[in-house]
């Protein structure tokens, strides 16, 4: 790997050209489009100026105090539904058993998030909110639609709340949290594959202490606690661990659309749109009855796997993004053209990832290309008009730190 430093060799062709405005998922109006800061030490006839002073931003502790007040008040009363339902044995068994879905699902996100992984604590964030919050919500609206449910016989109210209440009060519990995270920490929502993790990452938690119940209740009413056990942890954790995912992450999907171009109000729009689907997908999986076997490999099944195509889909426009935002930094000296394709393609990463590890350089490597990356979406930030001062001052900070990522993978 080569420095940006004097005696580099000069950019093919490609590189000297015009930006061009990409056509995939991260296209910007053509009026926002600007020039990549230019490097003054690898090109001393471009000077910039830094830009002025960024507008005060609060950060996430506002977010993450309010969501920490949200969930302890929470867990106050699901914790004690969940006990008054499963008894200790049943809460305990089902606590476990419940991991094993839950582990399946965090490794997908872990997987998904691997390109431009989004920070910790709003990850956590995500989780407790469908663990507890999005949970005691769901109980507290409930009672609402008992109301309205059909008392003619026992299976037309159960009908009624699977199909129905549950759809509809589920997604638009779990979906607050998406709102929540869009309008609080939109700096770190930029698009559908974030909307995805996000969305993925509530409703693991929300699966999760749903699972806890019905593996709990098992335990706790049958009289035969073993093979209802299984069939049900067959059911919930071995056909159906990415259903709750799937439902919100439609919901995820849009708003993540929304996302690229920021606006309040199209952020709320967007989640009213984006709950119709989910609530549409959550209520044919309740839907299904004596033919649930039939329907789940005709029907669900492929809707897993086209998920699953539009979630690859959506992760290479992400990596094309990265390559096309990194190409316009190397124009302006920050980056070589070999750096570009070491840091925004997979197989460059792979193989820088192999060249760091022989020289004990692993943790800087990895460094280097997270500071790139993030650098890359400050871009993207910058380019599709959202608060263009605040992220121009933040891409003035990470470009003054890629030349000591660099140095610490070198040296």
């Keep these: 790997m080569s420095s940006t430093n004097d005696g580099r060799q000069p950019y093919p062709r490609p590189y000297l050209e015009p930006a061009a405005n990409p056509t995939w998922i991260g296209r910007v109006e053509p009026g926002n489009f600007q020039p990549a800061p230019g490097n003054p030490v690898a ?7 830094a830009p002025g002073p960024a507008r005060r931003r609060r950060g996430l502790l506002p977010l993450m105090v309010v969501g920490g007040l949200l969930v302890f008040a929470s867990m106050v009363l699901v914790i004690p539904f969940l006990l008054g339902n499963t008894g200790v044995t049943g809460f305990a068994i089902g606590f476990v058993a419940s991991l094993v879905p ?10 998904i998030d691997r390109w431009e992984p989004e920070p910790r604590r709003l990850l956590w964030f995500a989780f407790t909110w469908g663990a507890a919050v999005s949970v005691a919500a769901t109980l507290l609206i409930q009672p609402v639609f008992a109301l309205a449910a059909p008392r003619s016989s026992e299976d037309a109210f159960t009908y009624f ?5 549950a759809p509809i009060v589920e997604e638009f519990s779990k979906s607050l949290g998406l709102l929540l995270l869009l309008l609080a920490a939109r700096k770190y929502f930029d698009g559908p594959v ?8 509530i409703a693991a938690g929300f699966a999760f202490t749903e699972n806890i119940l019905y593996f709990g209740r098992e335990i706790a009413s049958s009289s035969q606690p073993g093979p209802d056990f299984l069939r049900i942890f067959i059911l919930r954790g071995v056909m159906s661990p990415f259903a709750h995912a799937i439902f919100t992450g439609t919901t995820g999907l849009v708003m993540g659309f929304a996302a690229r171009k920021w606006h309040a109000g199209y952020a709320v729009l967007a989640f009213f749109v984006g709950l119709l689907p989910a609530m549409f997908l959550h209520n044919r999986w309740n839907s299904m009855g004596q033919d649930f076997l039939a329907e789940y490999f005709v029907v669900q099944v492929p809707i897993f796997l086209v998920a699953a195509l539009g979630v690859v889909l959506l992760r290479l426009a992400e990596g ?3 390559r096309q935002r990194l190409m316009e930094y190397a124009r302006a000296g920050w980056f070589t053209p070999a750096e570009v394709e070491m840091l ?14 022989s020289r004990g350089r692993t943790a800087q490597m990895r460094a280097f290309i997270r500071g790139a990356t993030a650098l890359a979406f400050t871009r993207q930030r910058i380019l599709s008009g959202r608060d263009v001062m605040a992220h121009q001052h933040d891409e003035l900070e990470q470009l003054q730190g890629i030349p000591t990522l660099r140095s610490a993978v070198l040296n």
């Design 102 to 111: 839950l582990t399946v699902v965090l490794l997908t996100v872990r997987l």
């Design 320 to 322: 094309k993004l990265t």
């Design 344 to 357: 925004a393609t997979a197989h460059g990463r792979r193989q820088a990832q192999r060249w760091a590890a």
């Design 194 to 201: 974030d909307g995805i993790v996000f969305a993925f990452t």
């Design 161 to 165: 709340m699977a199909t129905v209440e």
């Design 43 to 49: 090109l001393p006839q471009q000077h910039w100026a």
